[in-house]
Every structure is written in C-alpha cells, then in structure tokens.
C-alpha cells in the first residue's frame, strides 16, 4: 500500500490522480479502466477539496492497494472534515431534463456506476470512503 497525504484543494486534484496512476501503471492496469480510475479520483478529491473543510483549510489522505484475487485496485480517501457520506445522497433523476433536475449529485453517481465497490465510513472523527475497481 502507498500513501500520500496532501492539502485538500482543487489546485492538488492533479497530484492525487497522478499518485494513484503510478501504482497502476506499475500493475500494467488497462487504459479504459484507469481512465474510469481517474475520474473517480477527480470527482472524490474534488468533493473533499471543495466541501470538506470549507471555509478552513485541511489535509487529505489518499491510499492505493492492490489486491490480487481478482486483481483489483482498493482507493481509500481519508480528511478530518465536516461529517459527509456522499452514498447517503439520492441519486439525481437523470431521466429529467436538465431545466428540471437538482444541481449536483452527477459526479457521485458516475463513481458508483463505474466502480466495482464503494464504501463510506465516519471513525474516529474521519470520513472514510473507499472505491475498488477490478481490473
């Protein structure tokens, strides 16, 4: 497992994405996944950068483990932020028309259609979410 502990800002979502691409680089981890890897981690960084702290200013955790059997990368974003499981959150109405729909809840609902798992937890005063995406 590799660690990286880093300011949660917007200006830092890039380094969290390249964090995670280097493991799976090391693992020859198909492109098409790893490109749904990297959205996942936009979106989840992102939501932490934006929201979890706000208006302060804290540190974000991410790990990156790779499991065998199935082979599969495990993503565990860790901050010391306001309370928040983002599963918890209706799934926006994507039937609707634009004009019609609640903002937000879009970039959620895109990690948990692609992702193979998805796991939220508050411990210890830590929000806790993982994703894990077979390869």
């Not at 590799?2 to 691409?21: G, Q, R, S, W």
């Not at 936009?42 to 934006?50: G, K, P, Q, R, Y």
Request: proline share 5%; hydrophobic share 40%.
């Amino acid at each position: 497992m590799k660690e990286l502990m880093i300011e949660a800002t917007p200006e830092n979502v890039d380094k969290a994405i390249e964090f995670v691409d280097e493991m799976l680089e090391e693992y020859d981890c198909p492109v098409k996944i790893q490109m749904a890897i990297d959205v996942a981690v936009d979106e989840l960084f992102s939501n932490i950068a934006h929201y979890a702290y706000n208006p302060d200013k804290g540190f974000a955790t991410v790990r990156v483990d790779v499991v065998k059997d199935p082979l599969a990368v495990e993503i565990t974003f860790v901050d010391n932020g306001v309370p928040y499981d983002p599963l918890k959150k209706t799934d926006p109405d994507t039937t609707l028309s634009i004009e019609d729909r609640d903002i937000g809840g879009l970039g959620i609902l895109i990690v948990k259609k692609t992702m193979d798992h998805i796991n939220y937890e508050y411990k210890d005063g830590k929000n806790i979410l993982t994703i894990k995406k077979n390869f």
